[in-house]
């Protein structure tokens, strides 16, 4: 019911934009949180934004200035715009939604099937 999209190789310094889109969900309604994970480690959570058009948003200390979630509840979308991009950034991407805002997994009930993010010069 999400799918996540617009991941791809950048170099270092690039930018991308990761886009979460829904079918049978208003996600207005959720909390979003794009996770991300590297092989072999924990999904991590990098940002979430809250209820409704003016959701709080949150990030990780490591891309707060560089990374951009938001909301397009016309389109029923959410973005994550990634710039600056680093090598430790490189990770599948994905979008989660669900009723509470929490960095856990456990806590969301609906997954995009990921997104691969590749920072490599």
């Known amino acids: 019911q999400l799918q996540a999209s617009g991941g791809g190789s950048v170099q270092p310094g690039g930018s991308l934009r990761l886009s979460c889109a829904a079918s049978?969900?208003?996600?207005?309604?959720?909390?979003i949180t794009w996770f991300r994970q590297v092989s072999g480690k924990e999904r991590e959570a990098v940002s979430t934004i809250g209820f409704g058009p003016d959701g709080q948003t949150y990030y990780i200390d490591s891309v707060r200035g560089r990374f951009t979630i938001s909301r397009d509840n016309a389109k029923n979308m959410v973005y994550l715009r990634m710039t600056s991009l680093k090598p430790e950034d490189t990770a599948v991407y994905f979008c989660?939604?669900?009723?509470?805002?929490?960095?856990?997994?456990?806590?969301?009930?609906?997954w995009g099937q990921g997104t691969l993010v590749t920072v490599s010069s």
């Open positions: 989660a939604a669900g009723g509470q805002i929490s960095t856990y997994p456990i806590a969301y009930d609906y």
């Open positions: 049978g969900l208003t996600l207005e309604r959720y909390v």
